[in-house]
């Protein structure tokens, strides 16, 4: 019987890649999934001079590309021809969005092969 994956345990899974991630490139983890009444961090580590405060965001990318691969056979006539290639965007909201209206983007090209 296959084990169904909760977004839970993916979340986890990411928190988890995300700390050996961090701690091979020199960080020191200090604590994960603090929450208190205002919000909750995933991560927070140091490095230097640096408390850092990492968000995880984790995608099980079988769905997006079923999902895909269901868009590509359905609109065939239109992009039979095409090659698939499966990106990533990550939009980060300053604290004070909605008066700023400011955020970053970054964009990773073919980011899951």
Do not use: W
Not at 30 to 40: H, P
């Amino acid at each position: 019987m296959k084990q169904l994956i909760t977004g839970r345990l993916i979340g986890r899974l990411g928190e988890d890649i995300a700390c050996r991630y961090l701690t091979l490139k020199g960080f020191f983890i200090i604590s994960r999934n603090f929450t208190c009444r205002m919000g909750e961090v995933d991560i927070i580590a140091k490095k230097g001079r640096f408390v850092v405060f990492v968000e995880v965001k984790t995608s099980a990318m079988r769905r997006c590309a079923i999902a895909a691969n269901y868009f590509l056979m359905v609109h065939q006539h239109e992009f039979g021809s095409y090659d698939m290639r499966m990106d990533a965007c990550l939009v980060m909201l300053a604290p004070n969005f909605r008066t700023t209206k400011k955020a970053s983007v970054q964009y990773i090209p073919d980011a899951f092969s």
